[in-house]
């Protein structure tokens, strides 16, 4: 009998990372590991400096990331007393667009004497927000140009992404841009450390968040130029590099990082991934007609076509973006998990707390428990989930919450459930506009922390949707995906798999239990989801603008304030 | 020099009643004391009996009326030290329309063994509601026949007045019906106890009630027919009596309840009152222009006008019903405080209440303090105060609130504010539609226990109506008025006054502070009134139903599981 093979796949959070030894026969984690990063988000000032940031900016310590692998790698492999040599590849996902710039030989910047006193040196979070006019701009200029580019981000190009980000620093910090040889995805600057290779970029975040197309690649000189004659060159120059698929071999895992995480040196080592997209295999998706979603704070919605289609409002499509072969399709609802936690936080009376307290049950749970009691339509309220904004299928962070259908009875866990409802009918818009346009989806599979913890919120998401969702086995899906990637990277021969499908197939992992619809609630969610629909066109496309109107009164009145 | 005269005001409420004992030179209140009703509000069982009454039903024991004269008049008597030879009038105003039927000699059948088990023999208190069907068909006969005194109305008889109440009885307890010599407002019947009178009816309740109509008296036996052939006498036999106008003299105070009551027997009685409607002379409104507000859990908007104007949503216009020689105009909003009552209940987080009680405030006052940090428009939150349905304009128990702009940083203090502002833009619509309709509006005149203690709310309620609001100088504003009418019954001659003109300007008071418009405020509101109103005709004129949709919805859900 041949010795059981294992991977280890490593999930780069916000706030920490989280290694895990998967078993490659079944895709059972033997062991997981967390570190949190030593510098966390930094969002006030320069680590050791007085150098304070302006608001909007998030940037973490790419040294934080190493702390990761040389902590978590070694303690995954104590705990399980798996042999190292049994270990044939390692795998990463990583939050995106999270990016740094580099010197030649890859170094950050941020770690050089010379320019750590320079915030635009560090490495920016996905979530630093301080490029939205560079973001504008882009899309202004894309869309008096045409670019063709644009219908595949689903009519946007995020500030949060790497061609505005990296503007940014040319327009604050031109010294910056100028000493960067390359500009770099975490992802893809951890598996330079591991590897050394510094040549090769994932497909994942160079197509959702670079904009580069396997075809077409980037969008041409004349656009850049037509941001900034200084960036006509950028992507033959600072994000030069040979775009692949994930699973990927980026190489063999260093000596001296071999040494570092007590691994055998030249362990395979796969490209870098986005943490959302790992999921997809994770759950055992390879195939188009499932959306994975993975729920949270935000819900991000991936699903794999095989044909490129414009869909309204999507995030991105990115052919190899997730699994190689398909045009992978992502959109999202910007607000979820986050919504709930406002609610608790600002909106649940003192008397919820305390019964939740006498029944040992937090105030999350109370509500569900409360909230089930109801049948559809039970509350008369509806919601329009718009609390952070709508990310698809509206694109328009303008937009702002909506609770219709008040009486001097409604009850918390009433509200609550109208909350968890409207997220439900966002996410059916999401679907809808998937389903309807040439990208079908038939059954949805979700992994995240929500579906682990809140049975009545995915019942109402199968009736809302009227589609079977099936929860992932794993709690820690992105790290599962990582470490099967890290096995395909590897190969049969090693004991790992030729493709992420053949890996997917033994390791990808639901519940035996699935959320089924239920017919009479289904029927009622029609009505609903059609005054969802109503109010969503009324507030969102034009009918009635009084979100933008009451924003733009408060931000004159804060302005004249201040 | 005449020794001081005085007046008792006696102001019967839903749970008790409350003697004032008020100077005549002044107006000043020199003594009060509140007796709680033995009985309340009997919404379970009749007292003494195992009868239970259904749900909507709400009554009362007439008795308890005659407890809070044996107990209150006497007490303060005695805390003042006033002779009772001094106090030369008393008037008393009451909840309406809370009626009851008596026989030929007045006495409450529910006060008969033979009646006291039939629930349909006692006070109907102003908010049983189980005589809806009955207003519905009152409603539609009404309209089918074109009757002319629907538009007084606003356009809808309301299930708490006379007439639906009475036809319920004859449904659902004929025989109650046929033993009734006389159906009387409560008002009515204890000023027939004081004075021996059964024959004289106030003016305000028949009018704003009972569809009494100074010229054209009630609507004609056809109309009655056509609801019920047994109803075609009902105006002349079981509504029989002359109806006046508030401070007629009722009659003298009878030798046995002046016993009863330590005053002089024939100390003069004026005819009933209805609270609100006393409130009007008590802080010292006459004349035309100036809309007085009664503002609690609910508020009642009363106005006068030299014509007859029909005005959309009102609740009635009633000539001699509020001011003789005036139209008297009524309207209202069915919740205010009250929807500041459900928010602290049910949307307050538990942060709030502790840090209220760190700072010994309540929570009411704690969101108060901390709303007024925000500038009018600041919080981005604008609501439609439909808790508890529309009276005027729209005068739709269906419709229920809306609260739009809500974002994941929104505060309890900004919900709640836009709450109050919701409520003063409900005002504003009330203002607006009588002052340009003919019923001019010039100043605001607020009493009641909201004035009392939100001072951020009365200042809103200046900017967004753009006039100046007097306060009542009074607590007890009705129990004034109503001691002021009694002053009116006894005349000049014996110390009062001739006509309540004479007397408000004398006793009316009203504080010296008033709130006035702050125009930078003004012109603020005046744009969030402009969205208001749009979502107000979207939501309430028809352009999108969702409300009535979403209610209806529920009630078949909440059908089908019951």
Redesign the interface.
Known sequence: MMPRKYAIGVDFGTESGRAVLVDLSNGQEVAEHVTPYPHGVIDESLPGSAIRLEQDWALQHPGDYLEVLRISVPEVLKQSGVNPGDVIGLGIDFTACTMLPVDARGVPLCMQAEWRDNPHAWVKLWKHHAAQDEANRINRIAAERGETFLPRYGGKISSEWMIAKIWQILNEAPEVYEHADLFLEATDWVIAQLTGNLDVRNSCTAGYKAIWHKREGYPDQDFFAALDPRLAHLTSTKLRGQVVPPGTKAGGLKPEMAVLLDLVPGTAVAVGNVDAHAAVPGVGVVTPGKMVMAMGTSICHMLLGTEEKAVEGMCGVVEDGIIPGYFGYEAGQS?VG??FG?FV??????YV??AAEREGIGVHQWLERRAAAY????????ALD???GNRSVLVDTDL?????????Q???EE?YRALVEATAFGTRKIVEAFHHNGVPVEELYACGGLPQRNRLLMQIYADVTNREIKVAASRQTPALGAAMFGAVAAGSQAGGYDSIVEAARVMGRVREESFKPNPANVA?YD??YA?YN??HD??GRGG?D??K???A??E???C??S
Chains 1, 2 share one sequence.
């Open positions: 607000a986050d919504i406002w936080e600002q909106a649940v009376p003192a707390k305390e049948a559809p339509g039970e509350t008369g309220l509806l718009w609390w952070n702002t919450g909506l609770m219709i259908g008040y009486t001097l409604t009850k918390p509200v009622i009505q609903l005054e109503r109010l009324e507030f009635n009084v979100m109107r009451l924003k009164l408060k004159s009145v804060v004249r304030e």
